[in-house]
């Protein structure tokens, strides 16, 4: 299988994003940004699957991550209504602390990755043409019973946030 140049400028490209992004999300003062800059970074982990012909976990990655997930987060700060955003996003004295627990778990991440036989885990067949398919056939068939169950739990999930929001919207209006 040969690799183009343009998909190894590709994923260069992708890869500078994705970290770039990424650590801005952890040092952008304002919350906002950060979700923003996130938003960027998911984008980015969708262009990765492209390249890797997986299209559907491509436009899971957009619509879900960059899509929802980032919504989600900017309604939930919303909500909160802070009067000053810029003092959302706070610095601490535990940074070097954080650096050292992450300096850890990506040694141990290259560590067992340098261990595993990775030429053992490649599929030997060839991917299928049409993913997307394939995967609804087993959603919908094979693996119906958890699909349902995760809906039911995301369900209960929004209507209890609602609740829990309209609780404190309540106990504020009472307040006054």
């Given at each position: 299988m040969?690799?183009?140049?343009?998909?190894?400028?590709?994923?260069?490209?992708?890869?500078?994003?994705i970290?770039?992004?990424?650590?801005?999300?952890?040092?952008?003062?304002?919350?906002?940004?950060?979700?923003?800059?996130?938003?960027?970074?998911?984008?980015?982990?969708?262009?990765?699957?492209?390249?890797?012909?997986?299209?559907?976990?491509?436009?899971?990655?957009?619509?879900?991550?960059?899509?929802?997930?980032?919504?989600?987060?900017?309604?939930?700060?919303?909500?909160?209504?802070?009067?000053?955003?810029?003092?959302?996003?706070?610095?601490?004295?535990?940074?070097?602390?954080?650096?050292?627990?992450?300096?850890?778990?990506?040694?141990m991440?290259?560590?067992?990755?340098?261990?595993?036989?990775?030429?053992?885990?490649?599929?030997?067949?060839?991917?299928?043409?049409?993913?997307?398919?394939?995967?609804?056939?087993?959603?919908?068939?094979?693996?119906?019973?958890?699909?349902?169950?995760?809906?039911?739990?995301?369900?209960?999930?929004?209507?209890?946030?609602?609740?829990?929001?309209?609780?404190?919207?309540?106990?504020?209006?009472?307040?006054?």
């Amino acid at each position: 299988m040969e690799t183009s140049i343009y998909s190894v400028i590709a994923f260069y490209g992708l890869a500078i994003t994705i970290l770039g992004n990424a650590t801005l999300v952890i040092f952008a003062r304002n919350i906002v940004h950060s979700v923003l800059f996130l938003a960027v970074t998911f984008i980015a982990m969708g262009g990765l699957f492209l390249l890797l012909d997986a299209d559907f976990l491509a436009a899971v990655q957009v619509l879900v991550y960059a899509g929802a997930v980032c919504i989600m987060v900017v309604f939930g700060i919303m909500l909160i209504q802070r009067a000053d955003m810029k003092a959302t996003n706070l610095f601490n004295r535990q940074t070097f602390a954080g650096a050292g627990l992450v300096a850890l778990v990506v040694a141990m991440c290259a560590v067992f990755a340098g261990r595993t036989a990775w030429t053992d885990l490649v599929a030997a067949g060839e991917v299928p043409a049409n993913t997307v398919q394939a995967i609804g056939e087993l959603l919908l068939s094979k693996y119906v019973i958890p699909f349902e169950v995760a809906a039911l739990l995301l369900l209960v999930a929004l209507i209890g946030a609602i609740v829990i929001a309209r609780d404190e919207e309540v106990k504020a209006n009472v307040g006054d």
